[in-house]
Structures are given as C-alpha cells and as structure tokens.
C-alpha cells in the first residue's frame, strides 16, 4: 500500500511502527524534516546523524544513511562528514542534553567555525532516555526525577541554545526555535536551515517538544506544558 500523501517519501516504506511513545514531539519533528528533504529533493544526497538519548529511536525512520553516535558528540561526526563529502547534505538531530549539556563545546565551536551542517535540537527540557533528570533547559519550578521540588537554579533562558550562539554566529547562519505545537511553522525553520547549508553556512532550529511519559502528563497536562514551555522560551528566527 501507498503511504498517505502527507507522508515523506523519504520514510522507510517497510518500517515498523515507530518506537516514540504515544504523545512524543520527536515523530512531529521528524515528520516535518520528511516533508522538507522529499520537497527540496535532496534525499540522494542526505546522510542523517542521531545522537544517543531518545533521537536514537529514529535510527530506522528515514531510507537515508543514518549513522548512531556516542552522546554528545553527533555535531563533530557530522562536521567531519561533511569535510570528506562536501556535496552531501548533513543533519545531526540530537537532543538538548547532546546539544546544551555534555556536547555544548561543540555546538558552540562549530557556530563559531560556521560549520556548513545543519543540527536540529529537539527541547523537551529533561534527559528523556535516562530516566527525566533535569538538563540545562529544564525551566525554573518545573519538576524532574533530580529536582523533585521544582528546578531552583537562576533560569538562563537568554544563553541557552540560538540565543547563545546569536553572540558568536556568522552573519550568514541561521538559528531558530520552534515548537511542535506548530508543525508548519517548524517546517519553514527547517527547509531554512537546509537551505543555509547548501548556501555554504552553520544553521541549527531548535523544537519544543513533550515528553509525557518523563512529565507524567495526559493529553490535557502535555498541551498546558507545551504552552508553558511556549511562554518560557522565545519562538522564532533568532538569527536569519
Ligand atoms: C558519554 C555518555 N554520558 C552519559 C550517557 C547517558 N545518557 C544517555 S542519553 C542521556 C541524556 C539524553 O538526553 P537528551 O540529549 O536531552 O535527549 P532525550 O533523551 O531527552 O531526547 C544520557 C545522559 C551516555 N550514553 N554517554
Ligand atoms: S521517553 Fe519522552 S522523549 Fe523519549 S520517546 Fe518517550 S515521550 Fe519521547
């Protein structure tokens, strides 16, 4: 059978049902990447990186090479990837904690190079594989499995992620942070971003994203979440 029209050509035809759980972000973002390599047609030419953390789970998604790194260190493996094969369009897709927490200097050091690969962070503010611990995105009073209480830490929501690398980035970058709340708003930061690479230059689109199982949230509870999250972090092309 034909896989429905909204669905990416570049899905695996012969896949299993994915492993995300019910109410994950994850599917939405990767739906949305889907839709933007089958649009730009760049699948021939797409090589797709995970990270370790629940990006893995979409280590059979697409019929693109996909290759599964150590935590933290998905951007230098595809940076490297690139500077072998410099035609091939590179995504790394990791979460916040491989991107903010254990693997920030090189999220930083490749903005700073401006580094022609595309990183896509998927924000659902806590360690999601290991349990929900609390992650430098984790907003202030939000409860995690290590900060029972409500996360009392000062909030840095105007030096994480985009916002940081505004300070350092190559006028020509692209940075953006959009939310699975709106997927074809995340969509036009995504098709942006690849765009930005094959322009020559770093771009990295960051996505709100829920977690319900780590949250311990219904339906209802995810969707107020989302929008408190929503009201936390600022939305938007951060750097265009
Ligand atoms: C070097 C190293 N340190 C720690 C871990 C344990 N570990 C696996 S996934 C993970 C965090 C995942 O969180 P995040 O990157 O935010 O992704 P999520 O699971 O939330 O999507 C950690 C700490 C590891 N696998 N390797
Ligand atoms: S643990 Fe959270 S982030 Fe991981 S698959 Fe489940 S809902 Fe998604």
């Not at 401006?114 to 659902?124: E, G, K, L, R």
């Not at 999601?128 to 900060?147: F, H, L, V, Y």
């Not at 909030?155 to 699975?180: K, S, V, W």
Request: glycine share 8%; hydrophobic share 35%; with cysteine.
């Amino acid at each position: 059978m034909e896989p429905l029209p909204s669905f990416p050509k570049c899905y695996k035809k012969e896949s299993k049902p994915h492993k995300f759980c019910p109410g994950c972000g994850h599917p939405i973002v990767l739906k949305m990447l889907g839709q933007v390599i089958d649009e730009l047609g760049i699948a021939e030419r797409t090589v797709f990186l995970i990270d370790i953390g629940c990006s893995l789970l979409a280590w059979d998604f697409f019929n693109l090479p996909t290759t599964q790194t150590h935590h933290g260190r998905t951007i230098p493996v595809a940076v490297g990837f690139k500077m072998a094969e410099p035609k091939k369009i590179v995504i790394a897709y990791v979460g916040d904690g491989g991107a903010y927490a254990i693997g920030l200097q090189h999220t930083i050091t490749s903005c700073l190079r401006n580094d022609p690969v595309t990183t896509i962070v998927v924000n659902n503010t806590l360690y999601a594989m290991t349990g929900g611990q609390m992650a430098p995105t984790t907003i202030e009073n939000e409860k995690t499995t290590t900060s029972p209480a409500g996360k009392k830490e000062e909030e840095f929501r105007t030096l994480q992620g985009p916002e940081l690398l505004t300070r350092i980035a190559n006028p020509r970058a692209y940075l953006a942070r959009g939310t699975t709340e709106k997927p074809p708003v995340l969509k036009q930061y995504l098709k942006k971003a690849i765009e930005t690479q094959l322009a020559g230059n770093f771009s990295l689109v960051e996505s709100l994203s829920a977690c319900p199982l780590n949250w311990q949230t219904d339906a209802q509870e995810t969707i107020e979440r989302m929008k408190a999250l929503e009201a936390f972090y600022q939305l938007g092309e951060i750097k265009k």
